[in-house]
């Protein structure tokens, strides 16, 4: 099946120390996605390419970064993670083309040590 | 800016009953409407969507209503089982620039008891 994909499931990192990560769809979706959720609450969105135009949010802290080295790929850096960065994140793909809605990655849960 | 207004949890049903979410919107033009239901430690799954005035959209059930008269997609069940138990997100899709965002309402969680 044609699939958002996202590694690890579960990342723990410490304070401080960088940590990257991953997506990959296979469903050939122009657009991509990175969301923050934290417990109780709704999707975030942080920021989204539309092929290899990046958009990010306004109030997206600087600490977040991202990457799309193809169309299957993307990456959130997050370069110094605070207490507060602890949380789901979620990638989701859709095509401008077609206009599908949104087809969400099962996550990873970020916790910070 | 468009916006989306959910009826707030939680709610807790037995198994059977009759469930009604009510979600209602603001927006410019004419928005696509979504349910999505998240699972524990899953993400989002897209549950039924409706693109245009008095469209219905249906799945596993779970039916929802464009109504433009009243700006509502609210989400209704006939009779709810345990494995609803669920988070569920009402959102609208745009038509101003920037469409492919969503926009979340804040989430229902339900739970159903046998």
């Known amino acids: 099946d044609a699939m958002v994909i996202q590694n690890p499931r579960y990342q723990v990192t410490q304070f401080g120390k960088p940590v990257t990560l991953s997506c990959s769809q296979t469903?050939?979706?122009?657009?991509m996605y990175w969301y923050q959720q934290k417990s109780s609450q709704a999707p975030k969105l942080l920021f989204h390419?539309?092929?290899?135009?990046?958009?990010n949010e306004a109030d997206t802290p600087d600490n977040f970064q991202s990457r799309r080295p193809n169309t299957s790929f993307c990456f959130l850096d997050i370069r110094s993670p605070g207490l507060g960065d602890a949380a789901m994140y979620l990638c989701?793909?859709?095509?401008?083309?077609?206009?599908?809605?949104?087809?969400f990655g099962d996550g990873t849960r970020l916790s910070i040590l | 800016g468009d916006s989306v207004t959910q009826m707030e949890g939680p709610v807790t049903l037995s198994e059977e009953a009759f469930l009604t979410i009510n979600c209602t919107y603001t927006?410019?033009?004419?928005?696509?409407l979504f349910w999505y239901v998240q699972y524990p430690g899953e993400g989002l799954q897209l549950l039924l969507k409706?693109?245009?005035?008095?469209d219905k959209g249906s799945n596993k059930g779970f039916e929802a209503t464009y109504r433009k008269e009243t700006t509502s997609f609210h989400l209704e069940k006939g009779s709810v089982q345990v494995s609803d138990s669920a988070v569920y997100f009402c959102?609208?899709?745009?038509?101003?620039?920037?469409?492919?965002?969503?926009?979340f309402g804040k989430g229902t969680k339900l739970t159903v008891n046998p």
């Open positions: 989701a793909t859709s095509s401008r083309t077609t206009g599908q809605p949104q087809h």
């Open positions: 469903l050939n979706h122009n657009v």
């Open positions: 390419y539309y092929d290899k135009d990046f958009n």
């Open positions: 927006a410019t033009g004419y928005p696509s």
């Open positions: 409706a693109t245009k005035a008095d």
């Open positions: 959102a609208l899709r745009g038509t101003q620039g920037g469409s492919e965002k969503l926009v």
